[in-house]
């Protein structure tokens, strides 16, 4: 009986120490910063998986779209080549508890600058400046701007800017917010919703990915500055990723980024943001 309990105890301690061992071994791995990821060759990247033209995961498990070519042109830049990027699907309402919880080193998904973001992550750019609309069903003649909203249900993702902007302002609107556009789109599609909200050149993607079915009406209502979300503090990463991001667009990658996704729609590539380094 002595010899099978200090054989236990034995197994137990044993136990104890190979737990010990993994948990410091995996607090070493944790504690990488994304600069030491990138010099590793290997990056975790998060973009929405369902945005035609801006981050879409394709039938065939590749992923396309301008957001998509941004995160890879910058991800170069660092001195990481496509093979070494990892894609994480990253939802609006998920995406700064995706960067403050390491599970990504940095966000490009249609991600707008704010005031209350940067109290929770840092922002390099913006690598673009969008303007919130709305899409609305091709023979849809009652919607023509944000001035006839009024009653109507219109959807878009929970936690994103426009859907707060809509909530903030047009208070007499029938707002619904489910987690992704792709619910929103099944419900303008279905006669669920009389519009979709967001940004432009969002909307632009779906009206070219069904063409025929929907529009886009009035003129942009707001200013989005599209950022690349990364780990609050981490200055010199951020700096590294805003050298980047004039970079591409200073030798025409930028450009032809654009006009081989979005651009394919016949959506005009606007004048490149200025980097705002704050």
């Not at 929103?184 to 009206?207: H, N």
Request: hydrophobic share 35%; aromatic share 8%.
């Amino acid at each position: 009986m002595r010899i099978n309990r200090a054989l236990r105890l034995g197994i137990g301690v044993t136990a104890l120490a190979v737990a010990a061992a993994t948990t410091a071994g995996c607090g070493g791995s944790s504690n990488k910063s994304a600069l030491d990821h990138a010099k590793d060759g290997k990056l975790t990247i998060g973009i929405k998986f369902d945005q035609p033209g801006l981050g879409l995961r394709n039938k065939d498990g590749s992923y396309s779209g301008f957001d998509v070519e941004i995160a890879k042109l910058v991800a170069g830049k660092l001195g990481v080549k496509p093979e070494g990027i990892t894609f994480k699907e990253s939802p609006s309402p998920q995406r700064e508890t995706l960067i403050e919880n390491g599970q990504v080193d940095y966000i490009v998904a249609t991600y707008s600058i704010s005031d209350s973001r940067k109290q929770k992550v840092d922002f390099a750019g913006p690598y673009y400046v969008a303007g919130q609309s709305l899409l609305v069903r091709k023979d849809n003649t009652s919607i023509n701007g944000p001035e006839d909203l009024k009653g109507k249900k219109v959807c878009s993702v929970k936690g994103s800017t426009p859907a707060q902007n809509i909530e903030k302002n047009f208070p007499d609107t029938q707002l619904q917010a489910p987690d992704t556009y792709s619910l929103c789109l099944e419900g303008l599609k279905a006669g669920s919703y009389d519009a979709i909200t967001t940004d432009d050149i969002i909307l632009a993607g779906y009206a070219a990915q069904s063409a025929g079915s929907y529009k886009v009406v009035g003129k942009p209502f707001t200013t989005e500055n599209y950022g690349i979300g990364l780990k609050k503090g981490d200055k010199e990463f951020r700096n590294k990723v805003n050298d980047a991001i004039e970079a591409i667009i200073a030798d025409g990658s930028w450009k032809k980024a654009f006009d081989d996704t979005v651009g394919v729609s016949g959506y005009q590539a606007p004048t490149p943001p200025k980097v705002d380094r704050y």
